[in-house]
């Protein structure tokens, strides 16, 4: 079953939009990790141009990755129609098992806890629900997205030591629910 995500109507009703990735989008990739990734090499003695020129290498070098890693792969951006610019990405990955793989989201820091996040991993848990997929995922133990993923039903299956695998599966439908006469309230 081939990997899609159609962009939430929350997020459509305030103007995003999403696409997949094209080598248009990647200027603004590489700046949006850049923001992301910055504070962690300020205590670098390094002059500016050499700090985003390694973040640089890294985006690549995760791009690189993704694709040559996954038999598929969706690379995604999440655009801001209204103001013209890239408020995001989502990276996703089909493996052989058929569960899906939360590779990357990351948003702008001006669009963090906003909902956006929340809204696109819902889509998504939404879409392997109807494909009856699991999702997967790594997150480091510092990341505040933990927080977020565990309240919309990931629990931990594995840790790296740094980081959790966690995985996400549909909560199974009982048969009595779905047969119930109309007056019967749900337990």
């Given amino acids: 079953m081939p990997l899609h995500l159609a962009c939430p109507a929350p997020l459509l009703a305030q103007g995003f939009v999403t696409h997949e990735e094209c080598p248009a989008h990647l200027p603004a990739l590489r700046v949006l990790l850049r923001r992301q990734r910055w504070d962690e090499f300020a205590m670098l003695p390094w002059d500016d141009a050499a700090k985003a020129a390694l973040i640089d290498q890294q985006f690549d070098a995760q791009h690189r990755h993704y694709a040559g890693a996954h038999p598929e792969v969706l690379f995604l951006v999440l655009l801001d129609q209204e103001h013209e610019r890239v408020a995001g990405r989502i990276y996703l990955a089909a493996d052989e098992a058929g569960d899906i793989r939360l590779l990357d989201i990351l948003l702008s820091p001006e669009d963090r806890c906003t909902g956006l996040g929340t809204a696109l991993i819902g889509a998504l848990l939404d879409q392997a629900a109807a494909d009856g997929r699991r999702v997967l995922l790594e997150v480091a133990k510092g990341n505040p997205a933990a927080g977020l993923y565990r309240r919309l039903g990931f629990h931990a299956v594995g840790d790296t030591g740094i980081g959790w695998h966690m995985a996400w599966t549909a909560a ?11 007056s019967m309230p749900i337990p």
């Fill in 172 to 182: 199974p439908v009982r048969a009595w629910k779905a047969h119930r006469p109309l």
